[in-house]
């Protein structure tokens, strides 16, 4: 059976997650991890999940220099540093589903977003996540 959008949206987020405490030379070792060695309660992936959810991770992971740029020129007075690792990677997504990914309306981006750091996050990161991402909306609609 295969994941729902919602939950292979969690699983990239927390492959990505993992780039925050492992260099990439690490990842590779890490990827073949996170698929094989799946934690007690985790879903069994498919195939066709384990590829969408690798290719996501790889499509995000490309652009986070470029959207760690974006996030710094955007929120005043928050260097990516002073950003909850947690809250940074789920706006690493969020931004780019928003920016890059077509096949994901924005606001659906920001929703799941919001529904991630409600989830993992601290408990202000839905209000900051929320208010990031409205920041990108604003300026994406303004050109």
């Known amino acids: 059976m295969s994941l729902s959008m919602h939950k292979k949206r969690e699983q990239v987020f927390k492959l990505l997650f993992r780039r925050e405490f492992h260099k990439d030379a690490a990842m590779e070792e890490q990827e073949r991890l996170f698929f094989e060695a799946r934690p007690e309660g985790e879903p069994k992936l498919s195939e066709k999940d384990s590829e969408y959810i690798s290719g996501k991770y790889h499509r995000v992971a490309e652009k986070i220099p470029e959207i760690d740029a974006m996030v710094s020129e ?12 947690v ?14 990914d077509e096949a994901v309306p924005e606001g659906v981006a920001i929703n799941e977003a919001v529904e991630l750091s409600k ?25």
Do not use: C, P
Request: cysteine-free; overall charge negative.
């Open 119 to 143: 989830e993992f996050g601290q408990d202000n990161s839905s209000s900051f996540v929320n208010g990031v991402l409205a920041l990108f909306a604003e300026k994406k609609e303004n050109g």
């Open 74 to 85: 955007r929120t005043s007075g928050w260097d990516i540093s002073r950003i909850g690792r």
């Open 87 to 100: 809250e940074l990677t789920i706006l690493r997504l969020a931004i780019y589903e928003m920016l890059y």
